[in-house]
């Protein structure tokens, strides 16, 4: 059982925004970098999201990471079918000595 | 560009040894950064199981800790992971990814993955 929590499913219209949670604690969000991943269906992750806020280089900036105690947020604007993926959380934790994801999100453009 | 590339057994039988290797291209592992493991059952979440950095610091997720192994090739740039005792709950795609740090950056890249099957 993942020590973050995603919601299941999220949705909205092509050209919206939506935003994706990730709860955790003071032993690992709380107190460490947040990476954000997106897996397209058959493929491998690709992060998206690092240091909390970071984008990689070729990631549009309609995607978006912040972070607020022990709770962090990816945010996509201008939603595009190909957003179309699951998205998962990832820090590392302290208590654990081991890096965790959360439980993943599905993103659905209505 | 790096590229990484999981390699194993595809399928294997119950309380077998699950050998896997990543062949990194691009990089040499002995320059730095922090090699690890992922899996993720069908349909289910991606799970962490270690890494590895070349100085010999090696973290494994505590779940797993007691059947896992890590090492490194530096000569043909790889490095590999052995899970002894495999169950069905075993059955997974595993990734390989590379990470600056253990508290800071992305994992990335990712290998393109390789589904392991445990059945008799």
């Known amino acids: 059982q993942s020590v973050l929590t995603q919601p299941p499913s999220v949705s909205a219209a092509p050209g919206q925004r939506v935003t994706i949670s990730c709860s955790g604690s003071?032993?690992?969000?709380?107190?460490?970098?947040v990476s954000w991943y997106q897996q397209l269906p058959g493929t491998a992750p690709k992060v998206f999201i690092y240091?909390?806020?970071q984008r990689p280089s070729g990631i549009p900036d309609r995607f978006s990471g912040s972070k607020s105690g022990t709770s962090a947020t990816l945010g996509i604007t201008g939603l595009q079918t190909g957003d179309e993926a699951d998205y998962y959380c990832?820090?590392?934790?302290?208590?654990?000595?081991?890096?965790?994801f959360g439980t993943g999100t599905k993103v659905t453009v209505l | 560009q790096v590229h990484l590339q999981e390699s194993g057994p595809g399928l294997l039988k119950p309380s077998a040894t699950l050998s896997l290797t990543c062949v990194v291209s691009?990089?040499?592992?002995?320059?730095?950064?922090?090699w690890g493991w992922i899996r993720q059952p069908p349909g289910k979440g991606l799970e962490w199981i270690g890494s590895l950095h070349h100085s010999g610091n090696t973290y494994f997720n505590p779940s797993l800790k007691s059947r896992v192994t890590m090492s490194m090739d530096t000569s043909k740039n790889q490095f590999s992971l052995r899970l002894t005792s495999v169950t069905a709950a075993d059955t997974a795609i595993y990734y390989c990814?590379?990470?600056?740090?253990?508290?800071?950056?992305?994992?990335?890249?990712w290998g393109p993955g390789t589904l392991v099957i445990v059945s008799s």
């Open positions: 691009g990089y040499s592992i002995n320059s730095g950064y922090n």
């Open positions: 990832g820090t590392w934790d302290t208590s654990l000595n081991t890096f965790v």
């Open positions: 003071s032993s690992n969000i709380g107190n460490n970098y």
């Open positions: 240091d909390n806020n």
């Open positions: 990814a590379r990470r600056p740090g253990i508290y800071v950056g992305g994992l990335d890249p």
